[in-house]
């Protein structure tokens, strides 16, 4: 594991236990951290301001009411964007749509840029893993939990993603 990962990874497991025995501003810390992380990753999986800071926040509510449950966390990013995941998926009626229609949709919330077309070529899964690697910095290992996949899929889902994203991407620069 490099040096940056593992000084995130500290910082997050210090700060995380601060928050556990009760230091406020350690919440306050998290929260201002990662609110914009959240939130456009929120906005991602479904198109409604209102609803993704009504999730967010219910996600706080969550993390706070189960304070003296709250097991170690080395990673706060990935648990926090994968408990709003949760959050919008299994307890709300919106997000039990969206997650049926994820089956089939090619979903375009993971574009990087709305004019390049190798982002527009991969399917909504492929995109959603492209962003949690390289704009959320998640490891192979959450991504998979994110997604549902074990680490081997998740791992061969990103490298197809890849592949496809390259192959588009010099077709448009060859042509």
Known sequence: MDSISDNIKNHDFFLWEQFRQGDKSALHKIYTVHYAAMLDYGLRLADDRAF?????????????????????????RFY???ALRQHIFEHTT?????????????????????????????????KEAMYLKFHQQLNDMEISRM?????????????????????????????
């Not at 706080?60 to 990673?75: P, Q």
């Not at 229609?101 to 990087?112: D, E, I, L, R």
């Not at 496809?164 to 042509?175: I, L």
């Open 80 to 82: 926090l964007l994968l």
């Open 147 to 175: 997604i549902g996949l074990t680490n081997g899929s998740a791992r061969e889902l990103l490298v197809k993603a890849l592949r496809k994203y390259r192959t588009h991407r010099d077709a448009t620069n060859s042509g």
């Open 52 to 76: 993704i800071i009504e999730c967010i926040q219910q996600v706080f509510r969550n993390v706070i009411s189960r304070l003296d449950r709250l097991n170690h966390i080395n990673h706060i």
């Open 94 to 126: 919106k997000g039990k749509m969206l997650k049926n229609k994820f089956q089939q949709v090619n979903g375009n919330g993971f574009h990087y840029n709305p004019n390049e077309q190798p982002v527009a070529e991969l399917n909504f899964r492929e």
